[in-house]
């Protein structure tokens, strides 16, 4: 009789998200369920107290928002989850979490929209809302998984990647991979990277909550362990108290922007199939990428010469690399539940048109609509 997996469960997509943020270290949630993302609200109110975390159900989005912000400032690994209104809802608040570099990180499971929508059907339509929801220039982390076991892993990724940079980071998923089904091996606790905001051993009566340093990310202090410091939403220095001087304004909007640009190359994070020998290039993410395996393997079957480019970090976005890739693919498709957001950027990055492969009526894209377009560029 074969042995068993103990370490093997059946689980959904919010299910996994929920576990894995409590592998990585969250200890704070605060939330406003809302389809189809409330089972992960469902699933830390009973496990977050097991744990010796906290959850809290506040009256609306906007508050789900500033409690993870105030909660993070206290020096505990935070997390929200929403849906389309409610992601709009937290806009505000996101960029604030963005002027004051503070750790955090939103889940948002996407749904049809605009406004309420398509409550219980997915779509893939907030990327841009996501890049550029709150107003400004900002920066900030949009990782996108598209099956149970990668929500696991980029989940955890997601906390790695706030702590280390201070940038809020969105966790993209859709209806489908938040209650789809799979078996997953849960990871052992050794094989999992855990990685934590550095904090400042410098004394409270002269540490300085913005202070440039070489990596341009500033080090943490807790409150409530002896620091105390203005933050605010409005331009500061690195006192953080508010300042009308230019140089110091363009000095933090640059640094905001530096640390991203600077760190990209470390954050981009993609997956490639068949791309060797490829003359056609699907670029998916999420559960379009999906059927785009299974499109591009039965294509490969019928001897085509195509691969799979997926997204795991949407932005930043790896302009250069697909930018490369294009002196040797003559074709990119590009299969999204939206009206075409990742086909605009692909196509910034390769400087050509590509095919869009498009639904917008609540319903997954199939691997033979995406099929059907990889023959007619192959005929």
């Not at 996407?110 to 997915?122: A, D, F, H, M, V």
């Amino acid at each position: 009789m074969a042995k068993q997996n103990v370490n093997a469960k059946l689980m959904t997509g919010n299910e996994a998200c929920a576990e894995a943020a409590i592998v990585a270290g969250m200890r704070f949630f605060g939330g406003y369920p809302i389809t189809p993302s409330s089972e992960i609200a469902e699933v830390l109110a009973h496990r977050l107290p097991e744990v010796g975390g906290i959850f809290v159900q506040m009256e609306d989005e906007l508050a789900s928002m500033a409690t993870i912000i105030g909660a993070s400032l206290a020096g505990v690994k935070s997390m929200t989850a929403t849906s389309g209104p409610g992601f709009s809802l937290m806009q505000e608040n996101i960029g604030y979490a963005s002027m004051t570099e503070v750790p955090c990180v939103i889940v948002n499971v996407q749904r049809g929209g605009p406004s309420t929508g398509l409550p219980t059907l997915p779509a893939q339509a907030d990327v841009m809302q996501a890049r550029w929801g709150t107003h400004g220039d900002h920066s900030i982390i949009v990782v996108a998984p598209s099956t149970v076991r990668e929500t696991y892993d980029w989940t955890i990724k997601a906390f790695n990647l706030t702590e280390q940079y201070r940038i809020p980071v969105i966790v993209l998923l859709d209806e489908v991979i938040a209650h789809v089904n799979e078996k997953m091996v849960i990871p052992e606790p050794e094989t999992i990277t855990i990685i934590d905001r550095k904090r400042s051993t410098e004394s409270p009566d002269t540490y300085q909550p913005y202070k440039q340093n070489d990596s341009d990310i500033p080090l943490f202090a807790d409150f409530g362990t002896g620091y105390r410091y203005n933050v605010t939403g409005l331009s500061h220095d690195e006192t953080g108290f508010p300042t009308n001087d230019p140089q110091k304004i363009n000095a933090l909007y640059s640094r905001l922007s530096r640390k991203l640009e600077r760190y990209q190359d470390q954050i981009i994070e993609y997956k490639t199939e068949y791309l060797k020998d490829a003359e056609i290039c699907i670029v998916a993410f999420g559960s379009s990428a999906r059927s785009a395996y299974r499109a591009v393997r039965l294509a490969r079957q019928q001897g085509i010469k195509v691969g799979m480019f997926q997204l795991f970090v949407i932005w930043p976005f790896p302009y250069k690399i697909l930018g490369r890739l294009a002196s040797q693919i003559k074709a990119f498709i590009v299969p999204e539940m939206n009206l075409g957001q990742i086909a605009h950027e692909v196509s910034c990055a390769i400087k050509s048109d590509v095919i869009k492969v498009n639904r917008v009526d609540g319903s997954l894209i199939t691997p033979n609509e995406i099929l059907e377009r990889i023959k007619n560029v192959s005929v």
